[in-house]
């Protein structure tokens, strides 16, 4: 039969650098979603209780748009989807 036991010698070194790169990637994307899930719970609650569907649709779209810039760009990050989420905001206040 084959030895397919692993020796101590065997165990490669960790990659910290890619373990630290892996780690902000994730604290990135984590920003970036939280204020996009914020901005669509304000753009629903735009369209169900001012019954601004119109407006909770283009608060959806700009949304999108800067979550996407937001995950591509690390200097904007959670900065993209906020515009969103404060103008759905003020939507929900002022209609």
């Known amino acids: 039969m084959a030895d397919h036991a692993h020796h101590a010698t065997d165990i490669p070194a960790m990659d910290?650098?890619?373990h630290?790169?892996?780690y902000a990637g994730f604290m990135h994307f984590s920003e970036v979603a939280t204020v996009a899930a914020l901005a669509i719970v304000a753009a629903l609650a735009v369209?169900?209780?001012k019954h601004a569907w119109g407006t909770a649709l283009i608060?959806?779209?700009l949304t999108v748009i800067g979550t996407g810039v937001g995950i591509a760009s690390d200097k904007i990050s959670w900065r993209g989807p906020?515009?969103?989420l404060v103008l759905m905001?003020?939507?929900l206040l002022l209609l």
């Open 16 to 18: 910290y650098e890619e």
């Open 20 to 22: 630290e790169r892996t």
């Open 47 to 49: 369209g169900g209780t």
């Open 59 to 61: 608060g959806t779209l």
């Open 82 to 84: 906020v515009v969103a």
């Open 89 to 91: 905001l003020l939507a």
